[in-house]
Each structure stands twice: as structure tokens, then as C-alpha cells.
Antibody
């Protein structure tokens, strides 16, 4: 079965760090673009970061740039989100998602999300 | 940044009726628009991409239309399992990839 499973969420104090993991099964994670999207409970979806399948530059939302780092380990078929200098406003459910997106010939295509994990809750509070 | 605006925020519909949800982009996104469904306690599910192409396994009662800045998601005959929150997302001009604020479809 094709699925994504996030882990690593929890309670952390402001200024602290946390690393989220997203293990893929049923497909090779490194062959696809992967993203993190977050959602404050009861609110809408906010894109956080994306990494392409071709190993190109990762991209980040301005709200997390310089604090969060997206990466993946092909040997573990796992995506990560290293979150440093956490703020109260980073409190949310974090979803990883798979995308068929790619960039070629100066254009980027198909950057929607066709498979989502169940999410992991990150709470930043003192 | 392209801002996506969805309307209405809440739509009250009776089972079996038609639901029409709108999504507007602050500038043209061509046909690079997706729709997602999210039920309480669940993760989002892709419904439509390319503005009008149904994702795998999505029933034919869901249809998408539009291009440029105006898009519509239509549910032709609402079933009980369709009551949820729906989000649009543009992927034409990024970063950032941006979502609309969502439309909640509730039982009338």
C-alpha cells in the first residue's frame, strides 16, 4: 500500500528544536517531489517547504526560512523537517505530502499533492 | 505571492442537491489549480488537478472548471460523505505554493 507516515511531533518550548520524519512505503520517496504543509487546528492549510525529486534546491515559506530545513534519506525512504528556533506560531499539525511536480526547460509543472500523510502535531509552548 | 480567495466560507446544502464552490486567484494561474477535500480528523485528499482533471478514484459527481483567475468546484449531487472542507491550491507561480482559506460544506 502506498502511504506516508509522519512522526516526531510533540511539545517543545519556544526557541527549541524538533525533527519531524515522514516514512514512505509503497513507492521510492527520492523519485518524487515531497513537501511539508501545516495546519493550525481548525484553520486552513499553509505550505511550509518542498524538495524536488531531482535533487534541486529546496524552497521554504518566508515564515520558516532560515529556521527549518527539509531533507531526505534515500536509504530509509524518509523525508525530514528539521525545525529550529521554534515559535508559538509554529504550533500546528504538520503533514508531509507527495507531488508529481518537476521542473524542466525553465518551467515547473504539476506541483500539486496527490498523497498525504496523517500528520503529526507540533505544540510550541512554555 | 498569489493570494487565493475561496467563497463562500460556509455552504449549507441538502443531500442530493448541487454545490458550487468558488476560488479566485489574485493573478492568473493558468490551469495550474488543484482542489482538495478534508474531512474532520483526516488529512486532505486530492480531488482535482489541472483545474478540471479528476484524481484517481474520485467520483464523477466532482467536477472542476475555470482558468486564469476564476475557478469552480461543482459537486453535482451531494452525498453524506461529501460534507467536508474544500481547499483550492495554485501551483503556477511559486514559491510560495498557496492555498485558499477553504469552504466548509455543511448539511442544510
Amino acid at each position: 500500500e502506498v502511504q506516508l507516515l509522519e512522526s516526531g511531533g510533540g511539545l517543545v518550548q519556544p526557541g527549541g528544536s524538533l525533527r519531524l520524519s515522514c516514512e514512505a512505503s509503497g513507492f521510492t520517496l527520492s523519485s518524487y517531489a515531497m513537501t511539508w504543509v501545516r495546519q493550525v487546528p481548525g484553520k486552513g492549510l499553509e505550505w511550509v517547504s518542498v524538495i524536488s525529486g531531482s535533487g534541486g534546491n529546496p524552497y521554504y515559506a518566508d515564515s520558516v526560512k532560515g529556521r527549518f530545513t527539509i531533507s531526505r534519506d534515500s536509504s530509509k525512504n524518509t523525508l525530514y523537517l528539521q525545525m529550529n528556533s521554534l515559535r508559538v506560531e509554529d504550533t500546528a499539525v504538520y503533514y508531509c505530502a507527495k507531488s508529481p511536480g518537476y521542473c524542466s526547460g525553465g518551467g515547473c509543472y504539476s506541483w500539486y499533492f496527490d498523497l498525504w500523510g496523517r500528520g503529526t502535531l507540533v505544540t510550541v509552548s512554555s | 505571492e498569489i493570494v487565493m480567495t475561496q467563497s463562500p466560507a460556509t455552504l449549507s446544502v441538502s443531500p442530493g442537491e448541487r454545490a458550487t464552490l468558488s476560488c479566485r486567484a489574485s493573478q492568473s494561474v493558468s490551469s495550474n489549480l488543484a482542489w482538495y477535500q478534508q474531512k474532520p480528523g483526516q488529512s486532505p485528499r486530492l480531488l482535482i488537478y489541472g483545474a478540471s482533471t479528476r484524481a484517481t478514484g474520485i467520483p464523477a459527481r466532482f467536477s472542476g472548471s475555470g482558468s486564469g483567475t476564476e475557478f469552480t468546484l461543482t459537486i453535482s449531487s451531494l452525498q453524506s460523505e461529501d460534507f467536508a472542507v474544500y481547499y483550492c491550491q495554485q501551483y503556477n507561480n511559486w514559491p510560495p505554493l498557496t492555498f485558499g482559506g477553504g469552504t466548509k460544506v455543511e448539511i442544510k
